[in-house]
């Protein structure tokens, strides 16, 4: 399994950006899927999650700015990023946990991926 990032860039601050991930290759079904982001100097931190329901959570940072959102049938997960802040500068990360096969999904085998990362530069 792979997931591909897309939509970083660089975006004056309290404009907007929307990231992509889909995940390819061979498996069962993707789980809860999530965005983590790392800044210069910094740990990677939990940005936001949703699950198989669309239940999503969202760290204290992004809440009211930052919408995510799943689309089961592209096995794609979407961050709408509204009200930019420099601080919001990072490295954005998806990562998902998934079934590889019905062997897996019968004895509840979660294994884990990660994407490779995009870059959001929030500058005047």
């Known amino acids: 399994v792979q997931l591909q990032a897309s939509g970083g860039g660089s975006v004056q601050p309290g404009g907007s950006l929307r990231l992509s991930c889909a995940a390819s290759?061979?498996?069962?079904?993707?789980?809860?899927m999530r965005w983590y982001r790392q800044a210069p100097g910094k740990q990677r931190e939990l940005v936001a999650s949703?699950?198989?329901?669309?239940?999503?959570k969202y760290e204290d940072f992004v809440k009211g700015r930052f919408t995510i959102s799943r689309d089961h049938a592209k096995n794609t997960v979407y961050l709408q990023m509204d009200s930019l802040k420099p601080q919001d500068t990072a490295v954005y990360y998806c990562?998902?946990?998934?079934?590889?096969?019905?062997?897996?999904?019968?004895?509840?085998?979660?294994?884990?991926?990660w994407g490779q990362g995009t870059l959001v530069t929030v500058s005047s």
């Open positions: 949703i699950d198989t329901g669309y239940m999503t």
């Open positions: 290759g061979r498996f069962f079904s993707i789980d809860d």
């Open positions: 990562n998902a946990d998934y079934y590889k096969d019905t062997e897996d999904r019968a004895i509840n085998n979660l294994l884990e991926v």
